[in-house]
Each structure stands twice: as C-alpha cells, then as structure tokens.
C-alpha cells in the first residue's frame, strides 16, 4: 500500500510531521503531555485526522491548540453537541479541533485538525494520566501505544468497526516521528531504567536520587509503542497521595474536596503448591493467523503461538493432581481437547502435550464470543472452582459484548487474560480479567509469556479472598467517599488501589493524621492492612488523582448505564464534564475565534497513516477484486479469509471493513475460493488444507527437562532425562548413590537440582512443577535423601542446599 490518502493531491507528505511526548513519573502514576506538530503544504486548507491508541484506564482531561501565535483551549462538551461546534466551524471557514473517544472500548481515539490554511502549522496538545502496573520484577511499567492494528470485525456483528478508515504504510516509512522525555520522581529513590528503545543515560536531578530525567537517545518513527521499566528502591512500600481540589472550585464537588489516592500491598500468604486438588482450568488460546507474527519485530525467531504452546506445556505442567482441565482454541471457529472438562491425570496430561505441539496458527479470525459461550454452557463442576485463562493478541470491535458476557457469569468463575503482542487491546484485555474477578497481563517485544501465565495460575490455585472491606480513621468532622469500585478482589504480589475524596474541614497543619484499613479473610483466617497518611493535601494544577479517581467512576458508572436508566447516563456526563476526563459521551472541541477573515478554499480531508502490520508469517501478497460500495477495484491482502466471511462479504458488496478483517484469516482458504461448493468453517471441522511446511522452533534447555515430567511431579530415569541433564545416561544410573533408592526418585532428585543449579533464572516459571516433585520425592525417598541430594550435586556439579527439600 503505497498510497490510499496517504499523500496529498500534490504527492506531498501527510500533515502530521512529529510527536512529542513528555511524561512525568511519580511513583505509579504517569502524567503525560503528547504534542502533534502538523503542517499544511497544499495550496488550500485540509483537514487531518490521526486514530491512535490509548490505554482504556487512562484519563484523558486537557486539549488544546496553537495556532499561529494563539493558544486555544478546548472545551469539553457532550459529544454530539462538540462534534456540531466542529462541523459548524468548518462549514464558517474557522480553523477547529476535536478529540473524541471511539466507540465503546475506551482505547481508541481520534485527532481531528480541520480547515488549517496553506503553508500554516499547528500544534496540537492533549494530556492524560494513567496507572502504570507493577511488574512481576518489582518495576513500575509505562507503554506509549503507537500500534493500532486493524479491530476484527466478527462474523453478523453490525457494530462501528473504528479502525475501518485508517490508512497504512509499510513498516519505517512513517513520514513523521517521536521525541520522548521523561522525568522521574520517588521518595524513595530511583535505581534504573530499561526500554525497548534506546535511551540516553539517566541523569539525576537530585543527590538523593529521587528524581531523575531520561528520553529517547533518536527520534524514530512512531511505529511501535515505546515501553520503559522504572525500577524503584523500594517499589512494595504503601503509600498514600492526598491532592487539594481545584481552586474556585465548590467545595463538596468531585473536583472541589481533596482527593486521596492509597496504595496497598497485601501480605498475602504463599501458596502451597501440591496441596490442593481442587480446580476447574479451562485454557483458551488463540489461533487467529496473526498469532504466526513474531513477538518481536526486531527478533523474529520468536512467534507468538510457539510462546503461547510453550506457556501451556509449562502450564500443564504444573496443574495439581486431581483437578480438572480442557484447552479450546479460537479463530473463525473454535474445538476444544475434550467435549468436557477431564480430570488431570498423566494420561490425559500427555495426550494434551501431545496435541499442543501440533498446534498453529490457522484458524483465521478472531471469533472469541461463540467459544465463551460454549464454555459458559458447559457446567461447573462441584468442588472445582472455574479458572479461565485466555491469551490472545486481538483487537475485536464487539469488545463490550464479549466483557458483557464474560461478567454475566462471574459468579461462577475467574478470568485471568494475556494480551500478546503490539497492539493488543487493553480494552478487551482488562475488561474481561476485571469482569471475573481476574488479572490482566501483557506480554510484549522481549517479554517472556511464561512467568506471567505462572504467577496467575498461582493466583488461580490461592483461595478466594472474601469479606473485604475498608474503613477509615479520621478526625471528627471529615470523612471519606469511595469513589470508583474498592478493592473486589486481592492476589500476592498486585497493589491494591483506592481513590476517595475527603469532605470535611481541612485539619491545621502538621497536627492531623488519617488512617485507612483493609480487611479481607482467607478461608478461616482474618487479615488486616493499615496505613498512617498525614492530612496535607499537595496543590498542584493537574491534579492526576482527581483525574484517576473520576476515570476510576466514570469506568464504573458506563459499565452500568448499558443497562441502566437515563439517570445513569446524566450522572456519567455530570462526571466527565465537572471533572474534563473524556468518556464515550463527552468530547473535547476548540474552535479559532481569533481569525477575522474566513479560511477560503475546498476542504480537502486527509487521514494520518499508521504502520501496516503483516498479519501472518507468509507475507504473500495477493489480488482480489472487490466491489466497495458499488465501486470495483483491486485490494492488495496478506493471506485471505474463510469462505463465508468472503462470501459473505461480497454478498455485501464488501464494505470497507472488509479490508482489515479479511487480512486476519489463512492463506489455505485462499485456494478453496476457487473451488465451488466448500462448506463453511466458522463453528464445525475446516476445509482439507494445503500441506504446511512444519517450523521446529527451537526447544529451550528447561522446556526439554520440563516435558518429561510426569503428572504427579516425578521424573523416569531415562535416555532423555539424561540428555535434557547433560551427562551420559551411563553417569545418570551408575552414580546413583543407593540400590534401595527407587530410579524415579534419584531422577527427580536430578531434575530438581537441575533446575535450581541451571534454571535459576527461570524460578518463576518452574517454581509450582518443582514444588510436586519436592513432595511427590519427600513422600517416597525415605532415609536416603540426603545422600542422593549429594550425589545428584556432585554429578551434576551444582550446589543446591538441604533446604530445598526440606532437609
């Protein structure tokens, strides 16, 4: 695709020309400045319109434009109503701007600049706050999305596909770029900083090292979304941030009265891997076409469904005896292992490890509703809480149907979700984990899947967390309002975030203090968390606790009004007015007054390129020819669609949707266009596909000791084990230190060596597997443990500790 409104009538570039990003880190919260820079070159005005991504929990509050030497404030209107001051204003020849929110997700918006004069520039400067999530490592994790892949538009779903529009480029020819810098603040000092991009060095702006500036070291294009790791020196301290309201404001308003933002990290006690046998996990993975893209675009060693099947051989792996399991996978249609759950033995262990190695990427679309469903459909069985885990990498348009159904049923289950790759989202990703009581990750460029998926199947193995409640300690005269939903649910390891406000006389200085308290029991044993926080509020003029405290409402409340009254719906635009935080019925709009003379000339509209993603491996371009709303011409796709959707589409006459959703399915159904009479895939057995030339990814040292592990945690002794351990099979039965001693207990006893002597790093992955083998080993070795812990450590050279057994 090398043009498609991509350049002017007069081959010039698109308006935009560069992004710059400033963004102010404060613990774990990031306030961020995003600045577009266009210009005009064309003979008459045009009109640009950039979509771009957006975390769906960030809270957009300010917009503004410089045009020429004027600085203009955006107002915040109702959506309809600021989306006619917009069209007003063009049709009158004034110069105008407009954010808005697209459609229901929340992490879709677009940037409209419209009837900018010829040879005249403009920049655009919006702002928004978000939560950064704290990583398994202890950093606080920040992401600039840029990628925003095509949304797939699900078979019969008649929604707003919102990325339909949106022109693409081949990746690197982006004709604008991105600065970035970013400045650090912590009480508690400031260690270090990773990224995906290259960086300058961190420079401290205070002795004490808690305050620290960093940016990027080039100004790349903006095609791929910048990630930093800010490590913290004591990034599990509890906090609390109390922020005055806005001056002039009413006191008793949501923006009026100081607002608190408390920061909680349970102590939550470990689980003990091997204990308990009960559990229904149920894991569903997608197989769309686009899982076959790298998970790097700089490494493309690596693809995305070879990550997932490692993940749920690991994940198998490291079930407990006697629960129950099944794994369905999705694309245009779904089939699972089992037409019901099975219990977890080593039987049905290895027919499953099996039938993951021969698993791809080949079920075109991104259906995910019609196998959620079929999950939901079967029962649940007694004893066996339902533990749900999805990895996908998709982008769907019916994303609240599917958060929808997802909380129809969270009663009877927990979701935890893993978003794969660029562009993932965050939407559909959070919205599903937060709607069954879950957790949500993401996995990007060189992250690994596997300590992810591990630490949340520890957290589907913890019991329930119930009776959680908070209260507060405050001096006569105040008190404290939820605001947004408390804490639902508590996992090891995840901060637990609160926002309230604070009505009430304002206590004198340096005399009052607060309290808060949370109580939550597990299973018969009661848990308190309890932190101190003076009552001085911070002034400030952007008040990001507000800001995340009226997001945090605004989620709550537009999760309520699809089905609620009008009264719901008055209270959510009450709230994103009074508070300048945008939500799917507000929308930011500005219009240039200060012109006298009207913009002359036809209005010409350009749409701001993003990068054109491959979404399978093949990469093999084809041409097919389309009817576009009655027009016949020729569309350049990367691998094809299943029959119906094509059929489907065409019967349609192939509205523009088409384009990107068609690109999602795979190249064998390309075949069968041309062959009349092919069945439909979508829910029943695919067509016979062409033979497909089989990838054998490399297999990691700890995946290959890892496969060979029975159900119940023990290891044979055996040609394979030896190989996986790296000595002569020879060396593995003659060193062994005692006949008595059973050959699967020296062996475990090898592999668990192994693992902490070779596979230190990789704790996180291993660590529930190797607790079975430690007590499967502790239940069958008797007397001679120690003896073959010595052994096992001579051979293999390594220096593992008694402990580790128990010893």
């Not at 990583?135 to 078979?155: I, K, N, Q, S």
């Not at 329930?464 to 105040?478: C, R, Y």
Request: aromatic share 8%; glycine share 10%.
């Amino acid at each position: 695709m090398t043009q498609c409104g991509l350049l002017t009538g007069s081959n010039k570039p698109v308006p935009l020309r560069s992004g710059s990003v400033t963004v102010l880190i404060r613990g774990f919260v990031a306030d961020v400045g995003c600045e577009l820079l266009y210009r005009n070159e064309e003979p008459g005005p045009v009109e640009a319109v950039f979509m771009f991504p957006v975390d769906a929990e960030a809270a957009v509050y300010s917009f503004q434009a410089r045009l020429g030497g004027t600085c203009i404030q955006a107002q915040l209107h109702e959506k309809k109503q600021a989306q006619e001051l917009y069209g007003d204003a063009l049709a009158g020849g004034q110069s105008s701007f407009l954010l808005q929110q697209e459609g229901t997700g929340g992490d879709v918006f677009s940037c409209s600049l419209g009837n900018l004069p010829p040879g005249e520039e403009a920049a655009l400067t919006l702002r928004y706050v978000c939560e950064l999530p704290l990583e398994p490592d202890g950093a606080a994790r920040y992401v600039l999305p840029a990628v925003l892949r095509p949304r797939y538009t699900p078979h019969g779903w008649d929604g707003e596909d919102v990325t339909q529009g949106v022109p693409r480029v081949p990746q690197g020819e982006l004709p604008y770029t991105l600065n970035l810098s970013v400045t650090l603040q912590s009480p508690h000092g400031i260690d270090h900083v990773l990224s995906n991009c290259p960086l300058t060095p961190l420079s401290y702006t205070a002795g004490n090292q808690t305050t620290a500036q960093v940016s990027l070291s080039e100004a790349p294009p903006w095609d791929r979304d910048v990630e930093l790791l800010v490590y913290y020196a004591e990034p599990h301290k509890p906090s609390a941030v109390l922020e005055a309201g806005m001056p002039g404001v009413e006191p008793g308003s949501l923006m009026g009265d100081p607002a608190v933002m408390v920061t909680l990290l349970p102590s939550l006690p470990e689980v003990v891997p091997g204990q308990s046998l009960a559990g229904e996990f149920i894991f569903l993975l997608d197989r769309s076409s686009s899982m076959g893209c790298p998970m790097d675009r700089l490494d493309h060693s690596r693809q995305r469904i070879d990550c997932a099947k490692e993940t749920l051989v690991l994940l198998l792996k490291s079930l407990p005896l006697g629960c129950y399991f099944n794994i369905y996978g999705f694309g245009s249609w779904f089939e699972s292992f089992y037409p019901q759950s099975v219990g977890y033995t080593q039987q049905t262990m290895a027919e499953s490890l099996q039938r993951v190695q021969q698993l791809q990427a080949d079920l075109g679309g991104t259906e995910i509703l019609a196998p959620l469903r079929a999950i939901y459909h079967s029962p649940c069985l007694d004893g066996h809480p339902r533990q749900l885990f999805v990895f996908t990498d998709g982008e769907v348009g019916n994303t609240q149907d599917v958060i929808t159904e997802v909380q129809r049923h969270q009663g009877a289950h927990r979701c935890f979700s893993f978003g794969i790759g660029e562009g993932a989202s965050t939407a559909l990703i959070k919205g599903i984990a937060w709607a069954a009581g879950g957790s949500a990750e993401f996995i990007t460029g060189q992250d690994r899947m596997q300590p992810k998926a591990l630490q949340s199947l520890k957290r589907a193995l913890q019991p329930a967390v119930t009776g959680i409640s908070l209260s507060w300690d405050l001096p006569p005269g105040m008190e404290a309002a939820l605001l947004g939903w408390g804490p639902e649910v508590i996992f090891p390891g995840q901060r637990c975030l609160i926002y309230a406000q604070l009505h009430g006389q304002p206590q004198p200085p340096d005399t009052a203090m607060g309290g808060v308290t949370l109580q939550y029991r597990i299973q018969d044993q009661t848990y308190k968390e309890t932190l101190q926080f003076p009552l001085q509020p911070q002034d400030g003029d952007r008040l990001p606790v507000h800001r995340l405290a009226a997001k945090s409402l605004l989620l709550e409340l537009e999760g309520a009004m699809d089905t609620g009254s009008e009264g719901d719906r008055r209270r959510v635009l009450e709230t994103s007015l009074s508070s300048g935080v945008v939500c799917s019925l507000t929308a930011y709009v500005g219009v240039d007054t200060e012109r006298t003379q009207p913009v002359q000339g036809p209005l010409v509209r350009w749409g701001i390129p993003l990068t054109e993603f491959d979404l399978m491996a093949g990469h093999l371009p084809y041409i097919f020819p389309c009817l576009d709303e009655g027009n016949q011409r020729s569309i350049t796709l990367r691998n094809v669609v299943a029959v119906e959707h094509v059929n489907h589409c065409v019967k349609r006459r192939l509205p523009r949707t088409c384009l990107f959703w068609l690109c999602c399915l795979p190249e064998f159904i390309w075949g069968s266009l041309r062959r009349e009479g092919k069945k439909s895939c979508i829910h029943g057995a695919p067509p016979e596909t062409a033979p497909q030339e089989e990838r054998a990814p490399e297999e990691s040292p700890l995946l290959r000791l890892v496969s060979l592990q029975n159900a119940d945690g023990s290891w044979d002794l055996d040609p394979r084990l030896a190989a996986a351990l790296g000595v002569s099979e020879t060396d593995a039965r003659g060193r062994m230190p005692i006949e008595d001693v059973a050959p699967g207990v020296w062996a475990t006893v090898l592999a668990v060596v192994w693992l902490h002597g070779r596979a230190a790093g990789q704790r996180d992955e291993w660590e529930l597997l190797e607790a079975k083998a430690v007590v499967w080993v502790r239940g069958r070795a008797g007397p001679w443990l120690s003896e073959c812990l010595e052994a096992a450590n001579t051979l293999l050279g390594c220096i593992v500790g008694p402990a580790v057994f128990g010893l």
